[in-house]
């Protein structure tokens, strides 16, 4: 997977990476299956006025995506042109994944401390103290097809891609919950 420079890889599937002093920092080789990467943004912009510089570090986040056995993919970022742009872009933390034909990969983003907390939500000692939220509505199941369907064909691109990491995450959460997280 090609990386953009100003992307700092922290962990990949729960292991701390280190980069070994003469490889690439804008490659990393992962293997066929789910990843889950903690990622930060880390930018230098030059002041010309004082001489001085700002330095721009987004928290760590979350980024859950699958890698196909011939997948070689390139996380892109949106263009950042200026200070404010990059501070936007560390708040919100919106990479896209693209493999060789710039086709886009479905991919999950969260913030770390959001992520944490939904899989403490889910630990055993959490869940026996309370019920789930969200119940699924019985004796609908057809009709609920139908609504699902309607409401993802009226959904924009960007609510589809939103649902989908959504689905990415339960899961992730789901397969961590059984024990299956590597």
């Known amino acids: 997977m090609s990386l953009p420079k100003e992307i700092t890889v922290v962990s990949i599937n729960g292991q701390p990476y280190q980069n070994s002093f003469f490889a690439s920092d804008s ?17 230098i912009f030059e002041n010309y006025e004082d001489d001085d ?26 263009k950042i042109a200026d200070e404010e742009q ?7 933390f ?3 994944l693209h493999d060789t034909l710039n086709r ?9 401390m959001k992520y944490k907390a939904g899989l403490m939500v889910d630990h055993p000692v959490f869940k026996s103290r309370g019920k789930d939220p ?17 409401w993802w064909q009226l959904a924009s691109e960007k609510q589809k891609r939103q649902f989908m990491q959504y689905l990415l995450l339960e899961e992730q959460i789901d397969s ?4 299956e997280a590597k």
């Open 176 to 179: 961590a919950a059984r024990g």
């Open 53 to 78: 510089h700002t330095k721009i570090t987004s928290e760590p986040y979350v980024v859950i995506f699958t890698v196909g056995e011939q997948d070689e993919l390139t996380l892109k970022l949106p």
């Open 27 to 43: 490659d990393i080789s992962l293997t066929p299956g789910q990843q889950l990467l903690v990622l930060e943004y880390k930018d």
């Open 104 to 112: 886009e990969h479905p991919v999950f983003i969260q913030d770390l």
């Open 86 to 92: 990059a501070r936007d872009f560390a708040d919100r």
């Open 134 to 150: 969200v119940k699924p509505v019985t004796g609908q199941g057809e009709n609920a097809l139908i609504h699902l369907k309607r």
């Open 94 to 96: 919106n990479v896209t």
